[in-house]
C-alpha cells in the first residue's frame, strides 16, 4: 500500500467494514482534490459545502460530494477535461479509477462526474488498527460524486487553503461567510418534496456555533438566481429572520434528525434538536 495512503487510514478508528469504506471515500475525496489541483482546476474553480467543511474547517460529519463553482462563468466548460488527472491521481495511489461525467440535465448549470474506485482488499488488512474488521467486500466501489457550478452568483470571496495529505497542496475554497450564505439558501431554498434534509440544519448549528457571520448580499444573489427572492429591495436582516423562522416553524424535526443520524458519529448530540432550539440558534446569527 501507498505509505501516503497508510498514514491517512492510521487516522480513523475503523471497527466496522462500514467504517473502513467511509474511510477509504473521504481519503479518495483528498487524493481527488490533489489531482485537480495539479490540473490547475483551481485557477478556474473554487471548492465549497459539506466536504469542504469538513477537509478545512473541522465540520464533524461526513460529507459525500465534493462541490465546485466557478469563479466567473466560462462558455463551454467541460468537468470531463480534468477526468485524465482525476485518474491519474487515483492510480498513483495504487487504485483502480474509472471517471464519467454528465449534465444533470439539459437545463442545469451544474456539472457531475461520477469518480468510481475499486478496492483492493489488503487496503483494509494491511492498515493500522484495521486487525478483525475483516476485508471490505471483493468488487466494492466507492463512489464520489463531483458538481461544479458553471453559472455561480456574483457577491461571493474566496481564499487559499493548504491541505497536507497525502501530500501538500492547496486548493481555493468559498470564505466561510460566503459557504454559509450557500448553507442557508439550500435551507431556505432546497425542493425535496416531502423529504428533509437533516444535514444542512446540522451544519447550521455548527455554523451559528463556530462560525456565525453570514454574508446576507451572497444569499441574496443566490436567492434572485433560483427566483426566490423577487423583491425590489435588498434582502435585510429582518426579512431574512422572517423567512428562516417561518422555515422553522414548518420543520419536521424528526424527520431532520433521523436523515442527518447515520452521517454523525455522536447521534446524542441530536437529541436536544426541536423547534425552540432552532430558534435560539438562529438568533445566533451574524449578518456580515
Not at 466496522?16 to 482534490?33: F, S, T, Y
Not at 463553482?69 to 487515483?90: M, Q, T, V
Not at 423547534?275 to 449578518?287: L, P, Y
Request: hydrophobic fraction near 45%.
Amino acid at each position: 500500500m501507498h505509505e501516503a495512503i497508510t498514514q491517512m487510514l492510521a487516522r480513523y478508528d475503523c471497527r466496522r467494514v462500514e467504517d473502513a469504506v467511509r474511510a477509504l471515500r473521504e481519503i479518495l475525496q483528498e487524493v481527488a482534490l490533489l489531482g485537480l489541483w495539479r490540473s490547475k482546476f483551481f485557477e478556474k474553480a473554487a471548492f465549497y459545502g459539506g466536504t469542504a467543511l469538513r477537509i478545512f474547517h473541522g465540520l464533524d460529519r461526513f460529507s459525500e460530494d465534493l462541490d465546485f463553482s466557478l469563479i466567473k462563468p466560462i462558455p463551454g466548460f467541460d468537468l470531463g477535461a480534468y477526468g485524465d488527472a482525476l485518474k491519474a491521481e487515483i492510480r498513483s495511489f495504487g487504485f483502480d479509477a474509472d471517471v464519467a461525467s454528465k449534465l444533470k440535465n439539459r437545463e442545469s448549470a451544474v456539472q457531475s462526474a461520477f469518480l468510481k474506485a475499486g478496492t483492493m482488499k489488503h487496503l483494509l488488512t494491511l492498515t493500522p488498527g484495521m486487525e478483525g474488521v475483516g476485508a471490505i467486500p471483493r468488487g466494492q466501489q466507492v463512489k464520489i460524486r463531483l458538481e461544479i457550478d458553471t453559472d455561480p452568483p456574483p457577491g461571493f470571496t474566496t481564499e487559499t487553503k493548504f491541505a497536507l495529505h497525502p501530500i501538500p497542496f492547496s486548493v481555493r475554497t468559498y470564505s466561510l461567510p460566503d459557504l454559509f450564505a450557500g448553507k442557508m439558501h439550500a435551507i431556505l431554498c432546497r425542493q425535496w418534496k416531502s423529504r428533509i434534509k437533516g444535514r444542512d440544519w446540522y451544519d447550521l448549528v455548527w455554523f451559528a456555533a463556530n462560525h456565525p457571520g453570514l454574508h446576507l448580499a451572497h444569499l441574496e444573489q443566490r436567492m434572485r438566481q433560483s427566483g426566490h427572492y423577487k423583491d425590489v429591495e435588498p434582502l435585510s436582516a429582518a426579512v431574512f429572520h422572517a423567512m428562516l423562522a417561518n422555515k422553522i416553524e414548518t420543520l419536521s424535526v424528526e424527520q431532520a434528525r433521523r436523515e442527518v443520524e447515520p452521517f454523525v458519529q455522536h447521534p446524542e448530540a441530536l437529541e436536544v434538536w426541536s423547534r425552540d432550539f432552532f430558534k435560539d440558534v438562529a438568533r445566533r446569527i451574524e449578518i456580515v
